[in-house]
């Protein structure tokens, strides 16, 4: 199956400090990524939608000012955490749609999670 | 409201035993529904996807049923191994844009006893 890669794993800094998380597609083209966040026993929680070349669609609720992202290639996604509090920390999830694919429709899985990035803001 | 449901919210089993997962949702219109597999602190792992013409799913040891009346959707998982322990998934998509929309429930927490 198709890999996406998340860097960093994991990440601990302090309170007010800004954090880039990497997304990256390892073997296929994606002009759509996804950014989830996750707390601990909860479901996944879309945060954005990212799109190659164009600016990010957020979710109600979830600030772009302090979440930014950047799509600059069809292979590489990248959310900043800016100005870190405690309650950001969280484990981050992004996923890749497969050009061509779609994320809502079809019977064959065309959308591919990273492994997550654990932030941890102290 | 579009909502997922899943039961039980915790599940221990014996090695080699038999488990069904259960998941019930509102989502409407309706494309597709998956179980996804994810272990601590890794991303999920897509197991199967049914559409709405599909009754049941297999992947190796397993079983994903979905009956599109009552909207309700189990995952079967057979003779049960240590590896099976992860949180299990139901996502169910809707028919909105061509990306359309997911809809995650909060997982089954299935715990695998030697």
């Known amino acids: 199956g198709a890999v996406v890669s998340q860097h960093p794993s994991w990440v601990i800094c302090k309170s007010g400090t800004s954090v880039k998380i990497e997304c990256r597609s390892l073997?296929?083209?994606?002009?759509?990524m996804f950014w989830y966040r996750q707390f601990p026993k909860q479901s996944l929680m879309l945060m954005a939608t990212s799109n190659e070349g164009s600016k990010a669609t957020y979710e109600q609720g979830v600030e772009k000012d302090k979440f930014l992202i950047n799509h600059a290639s069809l292979t590489l996604s990248t959310l900043t955490v800016t100005s870190a509090h405690p309650e950001d920390s969280s484990f981050y999830l992004c996923?890749?749609?497969?050009?061509?694919?779609?994320?809502?429709?079809?019977?064959?899985?065309?959308?591919?999670f990273g492994p997550g990035t654990r932030l941890l803001v102290l | 409201k579009n909502q997922v449901e899943q039961s039980p919210q915790s599940l221990i089993i014996l090695e080699g035993k038999n488990c069904t997962l259960q998941?019930?949702?509102?989502?409407?219109?309706?494309?597709?529904l998956r179980w996804y597999k994810q272990d601590t602190g890794r991303g999920p792992v897509s197991l199967t996807i049914?559409?709405?013409?599909?009754n049941t799913k297999s992947n190796g040891r397993y079983t994903a049923t979905l009956d599109a009346d009552t909207k309700q959707s189990s995952l079967h998982i057979t003779a049960s191994q240590l590896s099976d322990s992860a949180s299990y998934i139901c996502v169910v998509s809707d028919r909105g844009s061509t990306l359309g929309r997911l809809y995650f429930g909060r997982g089954t927490q299935l715990t695998v006893w030697p």
């Open positions: 998941c019930n949702y509102t989502v409407s219109p309706f494309s597709n």
């Open positions: 996923s890749a749609l497969q050009n061509g694919g779609s994320a809502s429709g079809g019977p064959e899985e065309t959308q591919y």
């Open positions: 073997d296929f083209q994606a002009t759509t």
């Open positions: 049914m559409t709405f013409s599909e």
